[in-house]
């Protein structure tokens, strides 16, 4: 075989290898039974980020320096996430089939669509079963703000809102990624996800340490954010008709701006269309009150299970189309 018709088989594969990965993904999701019992990458991740930030981040240390070893610290690990990606896509190559199918596994457990959808039909079932305290509890775990402060519509917005900006960021980004430079870029896509949800926050101890994390972390996110809020309009279209698929897009349009995040207003300001309710607004974190506009602000406030029910079909579709185009890739590249 030549080396461009075994680029073109690569290329090919590489396609088949995220379509199946996605849908292995949404069937399976993370079995607990399984990372009960081993380190899910993510906490490999997580534990390389907290040694270079346990070594480097010194508060008695000047803002500039901080600066610059937060930026050496996020280029060294991602440049290690790479070669791993690099040597285990390698590794796989050779043992043909049986590689192929090890790929699939390793790209399905950085993709999160099942247990999304999984945590945000938690909160639907404790508003529906325990009434608020339900959905207090359940939607603690998936959102950083105090549950006490919410109502009922509250909880629905909180676990909407959730929904949409983890639809953008932990599976269309990391599939996004997966298919610009495949191992590699998925493995260094996760490890600066995680770093900018560990020390990317705006806090005393890092806002100068995790700021150059922070900053990539928005670099990475702008395309996927732009193409989930279109992927959720066409999910839209799929669950209500082409009102609320022009809708989805004329709010996100408009009103992505509204939010803090230069990439989560797209995602969330599209499921807030597509479902005609008000997302956003002041919410309370870590006892602060923090005070933004709504997206779609005209849009249906008394909201509960029901419309998060709707949202996480919503997302369904949007999912499916994104297995789509993944397929038309793929088929794209036969031709």
């Not at 440049?79 to 690099?86: D, E, P, T």
């Not at 190559?93 to 192929?100: T, V």
């Not at 590699?184 to 949800?197: E, H, R, V």
Request: charged share 15%; aromatic share 6%.
């Amino acid at each position: 075989m030549d080396g461009q018709s075994r680029s073109t088989v690569l290329i090919e594969g590489h396609f088949l290898i995220l379509a199946v990965a996605l849908v292995l993904d949404r069937l399976v999701g993370d079995p607990p039974w399984l990372w009960s019992r081993l380190p899910h990458p993510v906490v490999v991740f997580g534990a390389a980020i907290s040694f270079f930030d346990h070594l480097l981040n010194r508060p008695s240390w000047r803002d500039a320096s901080r600066r610059i070893l937060g930026a050496l610290s996020i280029a060294a690990l991602l440049l290690i996430s790479l070669a791993v990606g690099a040597l285990l896509h390698r590794i796989f190559m050779l043992l043909g089939p049986l590689g192929a199918a090890l790929e699939v596994v390793v790209t399905a457990v950085f993709l999160a669509q099942k247990s999304l959808l999984d945590h945000v039909r938690a909160v639907a079932d404790g508003l529906r079963s325990t009434g608020l305290q339900g959905g207090r509890k359940a939607v603690s775990m998936i959102v950083g703000r105090d549950p006490s402060t919410l109502d009922e519509a509250g909880v629905s917005r909180a676990a909407l809102e959730s929904l949409s900006e983890n639809f953008a960021d932990g599976v269309v980004a990391p599939a996004f990624w997966y298919a610009v430079l495949g191992l590699p870029g998925l493995a260094a896509y996760k490890m600066l996800n995680t770093a900018d949800s560990m020390i990317g926050h705006k806090s005393e101890k890092y806002l100068h340490f995790g700021w150059a994390a922070a900053r990539l972390d928005d670099v990475a996110n702008w395309p996927a954010a732009r193409l989930s809020g279109f992927l959720i309009a066409g999910g839209a279209w799929l669950v209500a008709g082409c009102h609320a698929a022009r809708r989805s897009i004329s709010v996100m349009m408009r009103d992505h701006g509204l939010h803090r995040s230069p990439n989560s207003g797209w995602s969330e300001a599209a499921a807030a269309g597509a479902l005609d309710v008000a997302l956003a607004g002041p919410r309370v974190y870590g006892g602060e009150r923090v005070s933004e506009p709504m997206m779609n602000a005209a849009g249906r406030r008394k909201i509960s299970a029901p419309e998060i029910l709707t949202g996480i079909a919503l997302m369904d579709r949007a999912w499916l189309l994104g297995v789509g185009v993944v397929g038309l890739c793929c088929v794209v590249s036969l031709t």
